[in-house]
């Protein structure tokens, strides 16, 4: 069910744009929720506790998802946030309720979890907002899942662990997110994973096969 | 519509014994298509062009083109500025980072034909039937810069999926997608007092324009596919055709050759609506007649697209202005 986002939805959303430095975006954009459901996974299913072949057991990002070879956790919040063109395209989504509409920014659940289309409007449109830029090999390496090693990053913004962070290559194409294991003062540490692969763009050809 | 058939001669069981077609598809084409033989071996011996088309919402065709010539592929311009004949591309075109961030769609030149046919402005109220995978859908999305409002619908939900995937990997922001039956539109509340300015109908189809990608379908190729689905898009395109604003457009495609699923379906609405056939630049003209079946003088400007001639997938398109 797509509805307006209630005042506190707002205030949340402005400042979750704010922290990826696209806050512009969010005023000129008409954005709506969905309550319900979304067929459209952006977490990749390697965060799976249960999975013992999972590389980040701790890590709490689940997947949203109906398809049976994902674990979808049922106390993550299924609130998506849809970005549309225009108002007369807002007013007809809320009056017809389609299937999908407009592009998915990302989720809420206590945090604000951006989407791939989210991270190429940073990449395009912000000059502040987290990040690392990392070595070709590497990025090829993270469209297929893989997690990032210290020796792979070029350079970075300044930022804590278990900071969402937007994984880019050297001409500062957007890869994926990332959730740093270190703060960025020690991020260079060799042999080491210093950021787990959240999702990337690769996800839509693993998608697609 | 029953598929029409004819008698075979030595010849027509020559060219399909040479190049492993069922005759009668053979002896049907020998009525509409020139120079059969060369047709045959296009289909039957040489591999489909393949294209691109740029996403010009994410980049412009000139810097698409310096990226790929950077990574040495090899490509030739097109009749449509956004869309590159692919020659060489030494890599996998369906897999690169250019690919995954939308930066181009793989889509034979027929189809964007379809959508270069229809009169696009910006904040246009559009209607896609049948639109998955999303190659027209979200082309109509960047040609109206991604303003107005695109309707696509689509009946399959497997094949949602795969729209949802095109339509945000383009970063189209001007779609709605609905699951709904493209033979059940005017049932629905949404579509039953709308109109739209333009209408896209891509009918589903017996595919045999697709034979040369999938050479497997001429052994299975059949006239049931062709009753069947010419009687579906006969309700498609009525209900298509009724969606469309007076002064508004329908363009009707599909990717088959059978004339009983393009100039037939389309000569249908002239009893019902009052419509015109518009011409478009590229392809052939469509026929007039088939068999002993005499159809509309003006379905002649109605198009079609074979291999051997136009270096595309075999296709159809017609122009309908709904008056």
């Known amino acids: 069910m797509y509805r307006i986002p209630t005042k506190n939805e707002i205030t949340f959303l402005k400042r979750a744009f704010n922290i990826w430095g696209v806050f512009e975006v969010f005023e000129r954009s008409s954005i709506l929720i969905k309550e319900d459901s979304i067929d459209v996974v952006i977490y990749s299913n390697r965060y799976n506790p249960n999975n013992k072949s999972s590389k980040n057991k701790n890590c709490k990002i689940q997947v949203n998802s109906k398809f049976k070879d994902y674990n979808f956790d049922k106390t993550l919040s299924k609130k998506g946030v849809f970005l549309l063109n225009s108002d007369d395209h807002k007013i007809d989504v809320i009056k017809n309720q389609p299937y999908y509409a407009g592009l998915l920014m990302g989720y809420i659940h206590k945090k604000f979890f951006p989407s791939l289309s989210f991270l190429e409007i940073v990449a395009t449109k912000s000059i502040s907002f987290p990040y690392i830029i990392i070595k070709e090999q590497a990025a090829n390496l993270v469209l297929y899942g893989r997690d990032v090693f210290g020796y792979s990053i070029l350079s970075s913004s300044i930022f804590d662990e278990n900071t969402l962070v937007l994984i880019m290559n050297s001409d500062r194409k957007p890869l994926g997110l990332g959730k740093t294991r270190y703060p960025s003062s020690v991020i260079f540490k060799e042999n080491t994973v210093v950021v787990s692969n959240i999702s990337d763009y690769g996800y839509y050809l693993r998608e697609e096969n | ?323």
């Open chain 2, 1 to 323: 519509m029953k598929c029409i058939l004819f008698s075979d001669s030595d010849y027509i069981q020559k060219l399909s014994n040479k190049y492993s077609f069922q005759t009668w598809m053979v002896s049907r084409y020998d009525k509409y298509v020139s120079d059969l033989e060369e047709f045959l071996k296009t289909i039957n011996e040489i591999s489909s062009r393949r294209y691109i088309r740029t996403n010009t919402l994410k980049i412009s065709p000139d810097k698409l083109k310096k990226i790929l010539l950077k990574k040495e592929c090899v490509i030739k311009t097109t009749n449509l500025d956004e869309v590159f004949e692919l020659i060489n591309t030494g890599y996998p075109i369906g897999a690169s980072l250019e690919y995954l961030l939308g930066y181009y769609y793989l889509q034979d030149l027929s189809s964007c034909y379809a959508v270069d046919a229809m009169e696009l402005n910006e904040n246009m109220k559009i209607l896609d039937i049948a639109a998955s995978p999303g190659g027209k859908t979200t082309y109509i999305s960047q040609k109206l810069n991604n303003t107005g409002l695109i309707y696509a619908v689509e009946s399959d939900k497997k094949r949602l999926k795969k729209l949802v995937f095109n339509t945000t990997r383009c970063g189209s922001k001007n779609i709605s997608i609905y699951n709904i039956d493209g033979l059940s539109l005017s049932l629905s509340k949404i579509f039953s007092e709308a109109k739209f300015d333009n209408v896209i109908l891509d009918a589903p189809c017996s595919c045999d324009g697709v034979i040369q990608k999938d050479r497997f379908r001429k052994k299975t190729y059949s006239t049931k596919s062709i009753d069947y689905c010419s009687t579906r898009q006969l309700n498609m395109i009525n209900q298509a055709v009724s969606l469309v604003k007076p002064g508004g457009t329908l363009l009707y495609s599909t990717c088959s050759y059978s004339p009983e699923e393009n100039e037939f379906v389309v000569n249908s609405l002239f009893d019902k609506h009052d419509i015109i056939i518009e011409p478009y630049k590229y392809g052939v003209p469509g026929l007039t007649s088939f068999g002993d079946h005499q159809l509309d003088k003006s379905l002649k400007n109605t198009r079609r697209f074979y291999p051997h001639i136009h270096n595309t997938l075999g296709f159809f398109i017609a122009k309908i202005h709904v008056k």
